[in-house]
């Protein structure tokens, strides 16, 4: 009687010391439930009636087939330990996996047939396992839609641990390596420059310092990637690797310096254009001069009129000139910018138009938002824009130019509006082309250089420039600038 006590003792200590995150059944040797404890039941969803005097197979799930209970029991049955996971299926039907351990109950031994089942829940593992399975799917699916972009990650041993198909190919076409899991990369790249190009990149990322850099392979054929490094952090901050982005800009880049090259080029036309032509309009409007002066008296009219031809054609011609010059040195000009108070600068723009201006016109100004620009690049649009306003409406009874602004979120759209000319919307697209007039030389003179001029100036700062008119009355243009934040 004692030894049964001893062995009761036994057990209950064991059941005792199972905290609350231990599952405990205990089956005889048929493999009857005879004990189970609160949480068994609260994960099993069942209660101890429909668990105790019922065979434990009706716990587990089909997953494992016929065997593989008899083989628990069969070392159990021999005295041995037994531990595994196990698919155990609920009352309500659903799953859960268990981490158990089976072993004869303490206090019995293992012919006595009580045997302990000592269980932990894993559906939380699992559940973080098959999340981590479908992020990482995801990403391996993200990675490998950027068919024009080589992606790889790297840990700080420099060994690969993750990259899509672009990148694989391109490494085994160029270097002939295979790229693999766990594999190092400055083993793949063989060229040495190209290696310790990337050992300097990734470990300046490694360092923290996440960067872009443009890299150039290749001697006489150059290829060239725009290559992003950015550091992998854990939660505390710490760097465990590299995630490199690599794009062929080759494309680009060769466009690119073909810009540079025709820039040069007409900056080389422009200067000879300068030096070239001014000279001889020089002598054409002296020569015209000197005739005006010196022999009018023997003109008649119609060759004073021809002076007064020539006269003028060597200003327009000399117009131009500058326009052209001025047009070419905006593609060279840094933009630099400032607050500028749009209200100071129009106001400042209006007094020079009406100080040169043949006509005047009633101009209001709005209190106008301020804007961030190059404040000289900035007058020269609206030196152009009202002044074009001012013309184009000058051959109306009361010639009128409204000048107002918008704005939303961070951006400020600064419109000027006329009763002038205006012109068909649908010759609008040829409005901001060097060279295109709306309208005849005789009706509003003009170069066809202004507003290809504002443009340029607009899309330097990143903005946009339009117009909305109708035929006859009047016209309105519109730019979007860069705001000033707070005001």
Known sequence: MAGKQKMSEDLSESLYMADDSTMVHIMDKDGMIVYVNDLFCRISKYNREELIGHDHSMLIAEHHGDGFLQSIWSSIHAGKVWSGKIKHVAKDGTYYWVNTVMMPAPGYKHTEGRYMAISHNL????????????????????????????????DTSFNYRLFNSAFKAATKHVYGTEVVEGKSMLETITVEDDRE???????????????????????????????????????????????????????RRIAEEQII???????????????????????????????????EALL???????????????????????????FSKLG?????KTDINMNDLTEHVVYEIAKLAPHQADVRLDDLHHISGDYGLIYQVMYNVVSNAVKYSSKKEKPQVHISSSKTDNEVVISVKDNGAGFDMKYAHKLFD???????QHEFEGTGVGLAIVQRIINKHGGKIWAEAEEGKGATFFFKMPGVLNQ
């Not at 060279?332 to 630099?336: I, L, Y």
Request: glycine residues 4%; proline residues 1%.
């Open 123 to 154: 559906m939380e593992q699992i559940e973080v396992e098959e999340a981590l399975k479908k992020t990482q799917s995801y990403l391996r699916s993200s990675i490998e839609s950027y068919k024009d972009v080589l992606i790889f990650s790297i």
């Open 197 to 251: 190009k990337a050992k300097r990149n990734c470990e300046k990322a490694l360092a923290g310092h996440g960067h872009t850099s443009l890299e150039v392979y290749g001697d006489m054929n150059k290829i060239y990637f725009e290559t992003i490094y950015s550091p992998i952090l854990e939660a505390d901050g710490k760097v465990i690797g590299v995630t490199i982005l690599s794009a062929n800009v080759t494309e």
């Open 261 to 295: 090259s025709l820039n040069k080029e007409l900056e080389a036309f422009s200067y000879s254009v300068a030096h070239d032509l001014r000279a001889p309009l020089r002598s054409v409007h002296g020569y015209a001069q000197i005739l005006k002066e010196d022999y």
């Open 300 to 326: 008649d009219d119609e060759g004073k009129r021809i002076i007064e031809v020539l006269k003028s054609n060597a200003t327009k011609m000399s117009t131009l000139i500058d326009d052209l010059l001025a």
């Open 332 to 336: 060279r000009k840094d933009v630099r």
């Open 434 to 440: 060097i060279f295109q007039r709306l309208h005849a």
